[in-house]
Antibody, heavy 112, light 107 residues
Framework: VQLVETGGGLIQPGGSLRLSCLAS????????MSWVRQAPGKGLEWVSI???????YYADSVEGRFTVSRDNSKSTLYLQMNNLRVEDTAVYYC???????WGQGTLVTVSS | DIQMTQSPSSLSASVGDRVTITCRAS??????LAWYQQKPGKVPKLLIY???TLHSGVPSRFSGSGSGTDFTLTISSLQPEDVATYYC?????????FGQGTQVEVK
């Protein structure tokens, strides 16, 4: 099993970014998948989840600004992040935590 | 939303000591509780799921217990390689909240 995130970078407040997570070794359509983030020097924060049936849920801190989706044919999970704030600065992990599937993380820095 | 509170926030113990970390949920979550270990600069790793089931490959010195609102992660004999931050996470429902973490150091 491998998860590889891409798409992080430096973005100004109010900007948008899309993270991608390419999965291999399992079928992403058969399980839930999550985004988890970790601000510099801080703890883990659950961000969003997409279930196998397609239902999506978000942390209050990102509700209305972030959208999780997936393309099963491409084995890819996405996180569309709009109206980014300084406090969204973090390493973003694509993960199925209870299966111990984690990507290496991609750093998103929101700064002017 | 259900809050997850870990204690202590940090601890320092000697090699060979028994170490206990607690995680309390503000409402009952049955046994839908996982524990993770994150070493400095590394990706988190699953230690325990379903409150007490040891994940494959995890040393047997780690154990978990509890149900409902009160949970415990125990390291029976602390080793130098156990220096890390430990997190609990509820997964009974959304939001799948993490505890704030417990940093474990070796004296």
């Amino acid at each position: 099993v491998q998860l590889v995130e891409t798409g992080g970078g430096l973005i100004q407040p109010g900007g948008s970014l899309r993270l991608s997570c390419l999965a291999s070794g399992f079928n992403i359509g058969n399980t839930y998948m999550s985004w988890v983030r970790q601000a510099p020097g801080k703890g883990l924060e659950w961000v969003s989840i997409i279930y196998s049936g397609g239902s999506t849920y978000y942390a209050d801190s990102v509700e209305g600004r972030f959208t999780v989706s997936r393309d099963n044919s491409k084995s890819t999970l996405y996180l569309q992040m709009n109206n980014l704030r300084v406090e969204d600065t973090a390493v973003y992990y694509c993960a199925v935590p209870t299966f111990d599937y984690w990507g290496q993380g991609t750093l998103v820095t929101v700064s002017s | 939303d259900i809050q997850m509170t870990q204690s202590p926030s940090s601890l320092s113990a000697s090699v060979g000591d028994r170490v206990t970390i607690t995680c309390r949920a503000s409402q009952g979550i049955s046994n839908y509780l996982a524990w993770y270990q994150q070493k400095p600069g590394k990706v988190p790793k699953l230690l325990i799921y379903a409150a007490s089931t040891l994940h494959s490959g995890v040393p047997s010195r780690f154990s978990g217990s509890g149900s409902g609102t009160d949970f415990t992660l125990t390291i029976s004999s602390l080793q130098p390689e156990d220096v890390a931050t430990y997190y609990c996470q509820k997964y009974d429902s959304v939001p799948r909240t993490f505890g704030q973490g417990t940093q474990v150091e070796v004296k």
